[in-house]
């Protein structure tokens, strides 16, 4: 909801508070102020003109030569190119030394030889959006009535020297989306009187009745409907001062009459309709649902469908209007309107909020409907609208309002202890001062030995129960007087779980690696849902998906952070390392509830470590993402159960990709894309991995375990296997720490050949194997027993001989 602070103070005395002060004490009353938009944005010299004389520029054929007074000594000459320019002609104009909206300075100028001093303004010009300025002035400059005097400030005619607070109202707070609703929450902020319009107007001795009769024919959907007739209407543009005060709220001026009935709707609260009664073809109005299948074109010249759910308003046979959305074209008020059937309805919000969803039209009178107007509200709007309308547009008001009237709006009574209120708020608030809080609210209320009888009244739809007084008292207390006081419950201090801290240093390390955070969507499309997939399972389908891209829940993250790597590749960022914590959707069955497991993933591409000084780049490889794994297992302390094994895998390298296994359980795998997929996400050489994550932190590791630094030297020998091709240096490790024994601390390969000197079919793995005992220096023979050992074991296990 968009408040003009000028227009709200015929409302209220604001006197003495600023707009920013306003928008600060409403913030803390409980509805948030989003801005406070200043509308002359920083313009300055900027008056209303008089265009003297026009006539061709001589060298340039879309452009205006214009003598103008500015309400000073002299005219000056000042080049248009606007194609509405004319002699005769009220305008704004930007002096030279005028600043405009975007800090653009007004300077003399020579265009096409021409002298021009100053510059004639459109709205747009001057700040104000394009969609909001009158159409018969959207493509050239704003030409003000006649009565405007020449010199006066532009701005200040233009309402421009306002400001406009943009109110962020919750759902329940329906009761301020009008001006008159807002002067009330005003006026019980700053304990003020509220001054409210008082409708007056004289009427002709007609009979609207004689006119129109009104028919309803589903009460529930429509329990008021009411109608003034309005004779020798004369359709113009509205005042200046009531068009900026629509353009202010976001609404486009029309002519007078619509204007009107959208200034009631943001004064009142109410949605108003004018239909032209000369086009509506009967003297009937009748109420009803539609029916299925019929139609009618709206205010927007968009053919609708209709069926049974939707509330219509029609001249007996025919639709004129969908109920509280949109009036219908065939009755629309055009320039030779002369005779004016104003309806005010009070309609269900839910038949509303159907008819404007299923036609996509979210209309300012469909969204006051949907959240709920003042029922007692409804006449009154309907009598301030016939009032303008008499006013500024010269009609005649028949006499008499036709209804149909079911509607049995009585303000609820809500009773409640004093007591009651200050125990939930944790206050001691005297009585006197809760009877003070709701007579500034207007509410009526009666104190009785410590209960108060409080009657609400209807445009606070919002109130129903205790709680709902309770919080109006907090609120105008001040939230930031009430007490800080602790839960009288018994407490115990937060902490996170094991997992959540195992979680954290998850993120943390790889991070600490480089890796970025992703996270994606956790639904994807059936052809990716299954790639890349850890265990097999069946999908998890949306009854209602967004799209086809969307309509599966994932089995693996691997494929969006793909999609991930290839935005950010086609956006000129080559190197990429992204990880992302998350679920994954795991059933056995399509009609059973998906089990969520925790996955951890991972995608790298591109250099990974670059010293330009040194010229020196390291590409990512497999040996850099298991360096990663490996640092991560030992910082959750299960390097000494990792195992990986060479594995094939759909969409991986056939000779680049291990899996991984705690224990013999299968956790996850790393390795490199199959060139097919890199070429398939327009992707380099990129390594994936993905693990379980949930069966890694939920494993029960041993406490970490300190040990002195030794005081004894190690001793190192190193030595070169000579095995058959498929045994992996993993396997000769695990072999070589199982029978090294307690004296073995470390074992590290550090060289792997293949070639024309060792047999067909053989590799040879050289280790480096570090011995040591933290009580004593060993002797050769300690280190030669425990070698003979290893290389006794190897031997016999893998047929490993020592490479000469």
């Known amino acids: ?70 309400g000073e000594e002299e005219p000056v000459q000042i080049i248009c190119g606007a194609p509405n320019v004319d002699q005769g002609q009220k305008v704004a104009v930007a002096k030279v030394g005028a600043i405009l909206p975007g800090n653009f300075k007004i300077k003399k100028a020579k265009l096409r030889g021409e002298e021009s001093n100053g510059m004639i303004c459109s709205l747009q010009e001057l700040g104000i959006e394009g969609k909001l300025v009158p159409k018969e002035f959207a493509d050239g400059i704003f030409v003000f009535p006649n009565d405007v005097e020449v010199g006066q400030d532009a701005i200040q005619q233009l309402n421009l020297d306002d400001q406009v607070l943009e109110l962020g109202l919750t759902p329940n707070r329906s009761d301020c989306l009008s001006m008159i609703g807002v002067a009330h929450e005003v006026a019980a902020i700053l304990n003020r009187n509220v001054k409210l319009p008082d409708p007056s107007f004289k009427t002709s001795d007609e009979k609207a009745s004689d006119y129109i009769s009104i028919k309803v024919e589903v009460i529930k959907d429509n329990p008021l409907y009411a109608a003034r007739l309005i004779k020798n209407v004369k359709i113009a543009p509205s005042p200046l001062w009531m068009q900026s005060r629509l353009m202010a709220a976001g609404i486009r001026p029309h002519n007078n009459v619509v204007d009107i009935t959208n200034y009631v709707l943001l004064e009142y609260g109410q949605p108003l309709h004018a239909f032209d009664y000369d086009r509506i073809g009967s003297k009937q109005i009748l109420v009803r649902r539609a029916n299925d299948g019929e139609q009618i074109v709206t205010l927007d010249d968009q053919k609708r469908e209709l069926t049974n759910g939707h509330l219509v308003i029609t001249n007996g046979t025919e639709p004129i209007a969908l109920a509280g959305v949109m009036g219908g074209a065939n009755s629309e008020v055009v320039n030779d309107t002369t005779t004016i059937l104003l309806e005010a309805a009070y309609f269900n919000g839910q038949t509303i909020r159907k008819a404007s969803k299923d036609h996509g039209l979210r209309s300012e009178a469909s969204v006051r409907f949907e959240k709920g107007v003042d029922p007692n509200r409804v006449k009154m709007a309907l009598e301030r609208a016939a009032e303008l309308i008499s006013q500024l547009a010269g009609g005649e008001v028949l006499e008499g309002i036709v209804e149909v009237n079911h509607l049995e709006a009585q303000p609820k009574s809500i009773n409640i202890t004093v007591e009651r209120i200050n125990e939930v708020l944790g206050t001691s608030i005297e009585a006197n001062e809760m009877v003070d809080i709701f007579n500034r609210l207007q509410f009526e209320v ?67 690696a480089g890796l970025y955070q992703a996270i994606t969507y956790s639904l994807t499309s059936e052809e990716k849902a299954y790639r890349f997939a850890l265990e097999k399972s069946e999908l998890t389908r949306l009854a209602l998906p967004m799209s086809e891209d969307r309509s599966v829940l994932r089995l693996s993250l691997i494929p969006h952070l793909l999609e991930t790597a290839k935005h950010n590749r086609a956006r000129q960022m080559e190197d990429v390392a ?43 490889d497999f040996f850099v993402v298991k ?32 899996e991984i296994y705690l224990q013999e359980e299968l956790i996850g795998f790393v390795g490199q894309l199959h060139p097919f997929v890199q070429k398939e996400y327009d992707l380099s ?93 060993l002797t050769d023979e300690d280190v030669m027993r425990a070698h003979e050992k290893v290389l006794s074991f190897v031997k016999e296990k893998f047929g490993a001989t020592l490479r000469g």
């Open 578 to 620: 992204v990880y992302e914590i998350g679920s994954v959707f795991i059933a056995n069955d399509e009609n059973e509830k998906p089990s969520e497991k925790e996955r951890l993933a991972g995608v790298l591409t591109g250099i990974w470590q670059e010293h330009l000084w040194q010229g020196e780049k390291k590409q990512v």
């Open 627 to 658: 360096g990663i794994l490996d640092g991560l297992f030992d910082l959750l302390g299960l390097s000494g159960q990792i195992v990986y094994k060479q594995a094939k895998r759909d969409d991986m390298h056939p000779g680049r990709t291990a």
């Open 446 to 512: 009666v104190e009785k030995e410590g209960t108060l009888t409080v009657t609400v009244p209807t445009r606070r739809g919002d109130i129903a129960i205790e709680e709902d007084l309770i919080e109006e008292v907090a609120r105008l207390y001040g939230y930031d007087n009430l007490p800080t006081t602790l839960p009288v419950a018994p407490q115990t201090p937060g902490k996170l779980t094991i997992y959540q801290e195992k979680r954290r240093k998850v993120r943390q390390f790889l991070e600490g």
């Open 1 to 70: 909801m968009f408040v003009s602070y000028k227009w709200l103070c015929e409302y209220v005395d604001l006197s003495g508070i600023s707009a920013e002060e306003l928008a600060e004490k409403i913030t803390k009353s409980g509805i948030e102020v989003e801005s406070v938009e200043v509308l002359n944005k920083g313009m300055k010299d900027v008056v209303i003109g008089h265009v003297l004389k026009k006539e061709q520029h001589p060298n340039a054929d879309k452009l205006n030569k214009c003598l103008v007074d500015i």
């Open 685 to 777: 050489e990129t390594y994936v991995f993905e693990l379980a994550l949930a069966i890694l932190l939920n494993k029960e590791t041993a406490p970490v375990v300190y040990e002195p630094i030794p005081r004894f030297p190690s001793i190192s020998r190193d030595i070169a296997l000579v095995v058959d091709r498929n045994v992996s240096a993993g396997e000769l490790e695990k072999a070589i720490v199982k029978a090294g024994g307690k004296l073995l601390k470390d074992v590290k390969v550090f060289d792997v050949y293949e070639g024309e000197h060792l047999e067909a079919g053989k590799k040879s793995v050289a280790f480096s194997l570090r011995y040591f005992d933290p009580e004593r220096t």
